[in-house]
C-alpha cells in the first residue's frame, strides 16, 4: 500500500494541424490543408493536465470523476508511468516515481476493455506475471487459488476458458482477478464498468467495493459515472479540462460545491443555475421577474449590484398537487411570495428507487427543476408556481464561478 501524491503536475501533448501523417494524439485530427515536405507544420499544444495536486490517503479510494476529455485517463496514465514526459513531481510514499518505470510501481490496473490476453485461458492470464519473473510455479499457484477464493462463487470455472467464450461481466472479474494476483501497492482502475450492461454494472460494483475493502489497497478510479464514483470513492475529485476543481466526500461535496461547474456537473440531479443580480433592499433579481431573499448570512456576503449565478437544487423545494393545481412547497413552513415563481411544466421524470419525480419547467428562457412525490399526477403543459426554500440557495459569482455564499 502507498499514499499516492502529485504535486504541479502538468502535462502537453503536441497537435500537428495540417499535416498528412496526422496529429501527434491519434485520437485528435486535423482537417486542415496538407503542408508540403519540407515546409514548417503549424504546432499547437493541448493541456491534458494544468498543475493538478492530488493526494490519494494510503488505503483509500479517490474516484476521479469528470466529463469525457478532461483529463482523468492521462492522470491515471501519469501515475501507472505509462505517460513519463511531465511536469511536476509523482510520489507513492516518499518515493519518487520520475525514473520509475511501470514494471517497478507494484500497480493493478483494470481497463474499459478488460485487455486480456485472448490465446491464453483464464489461468494464463493470472499466471502470465510469474512466468515472466520466473517465479516459482507453488508460488504462482498459490496465489491463483488464494485469488479465486476471493472472486467468490463460479470463478474457478472461468480460468479453464478462453477470453472469446466469456460474457463482458466475465472477463472483467478475470482482469480484475489479474489486477489482484500481483498483490499490487495501488489499484488503478479505467472505467472499468462502462461496457456492461446495468445489471451486470451493479453486481461488479459490489464485488469491486468489497475487494478493495479487504485488501484496503489504496486506488484511483476513473470514471464519467456518479452512481460509481459515489459508491466506490471514500474521497471525490471533480475534474475539469486538466484541473482538479475540487477533492472531498462525494455528499460534502455535492452540498458544498467550490464553483458552477462542480454544482452544475455534480448531483443526480445537478443544480439548476441562473443569473441575477444583488439589489439594494437585500434581495436578489432574477429574469423573467424572479426576486429572491436569501438567508441574512448569505446577505452579508453580496454587494449591491453585484451579478451573480444563482444555484438551486431541485430537493430545496418540492412540487405538490393541490385541489387548485400544481404548487411547489417547502419542507417545514409556508414559502414567502419573493421567493416564488412561475413555469410551465416541460418533463416528468420519475425515479422510482426514491420515490420522487423531477419536474423540469421553463419561463422564458429559463429551465429550473423542481422535486415531487412520484405518486402525485403533473401533466405536461401545466402551469405551476413555485417557492423556493431559501436555506437550499446557492450564490456564485458571475464572473469567476466561484463560491460566494
Known sequence: MATIRLSKVSKEFGVQFGSSRGSAIPWMRSSGPEVREGEDEAADRVQALDQVDLTVPDGRTMAVLGP??????????????????????????????????????????????????????????????????????????????????????????????????????????????RAIVRRPRVFLFDEPLSNLDAKLRSQTRVEIKRLLRRFSITALYVTHDQTEAMALGDLVAVMRAGRIEQV??????????????????????????????????GGIVAGQGMRLVPQSSQLQALKSGQKVTIGIPAESA????????????????????????????????????????????????????????????????????????????????????????
Open 68 to 177: 469525457s476529455g478532461c483529463g482523468k485517463s492521462t492522470l491515471l496514465r501519469v501515475v501507472s508511468g505509462l505517460e513519463p514526459d511531465y511536469s511536476g513531481e509523482l510520489y507513492y510514499d516518499d518515493q519518487n516515481m520520475m525514473d520509475v518505470p511501470p514494471r517497478d510501481r507494484y500497480i493493478g490496473m483494470v481497463f474499459q476493455n478488460y485487455a486480456l490476453y485472448p490465446h491464453f485461458e483464464g489461468h494464463g492470464n493470472l499466471s502470465f506475471f510469474f512466468r515472466m519473473r520466473k517465479a516459482p510455479d507453488e508460488e504462482t499457484e498459490e496465489r491463483i487459488r488464494v485469488t479465486s477464493e476471493i472472486m467468490g462463487i463460479g470463478f474457478n470455472s472461468l480460468l479453464q476458458r478462453k477470453p472469446g467464450t466469456l460474457s463482458g461481466g466475465q472477463q472483467q472479474r478475470v482482469a480484475i482477478a
Open 248 to 281: 472531498g466526500p462525494f455528499e460534502e461535496v455535492r452540498r458544498q460545491p467550490a464553483n458552477t461547474f462542480v454544482a452544475g456537473f455534480l448531483g443526480i440531479p445537478p443544480m439548476s443555475l441562473l443569473h441575477g443580480a444583488a439589489v439594494e433592499d
Open 318 to 405: 418540492k412540487v405538490k398537487v393541490n385541489e387548485e393545481g400544481p404548487t411547489l412547497e417547502v419542507e417545514g413552513g409556508t414559502g414567502i411570495p419573493a421567493n416564488s415563481w412561475q413555469g410551465t411544466v416541460e418533463s416528468v421524470e420519475p425515479d422510482y428507487g426514491r420515490q420522487v419525480q423531477f419536474i423540469s419547467f421553463r419561463s422564458g428562457a429559463h429551465r429550473l427543476l423542481g422535486q415531487a412525490d412520484v405518486r402525485e399526477r403533473i401533466a405536461l403543459g401545466e402551469q405551476i408556481v413555485t417557492q423556493f426554500e431559501d436555506s437550499g440557495l446557492y450564490f456564485f459569482d458571475d464572473e469567476s464561478g466561484e463560491r460566494i455564499a
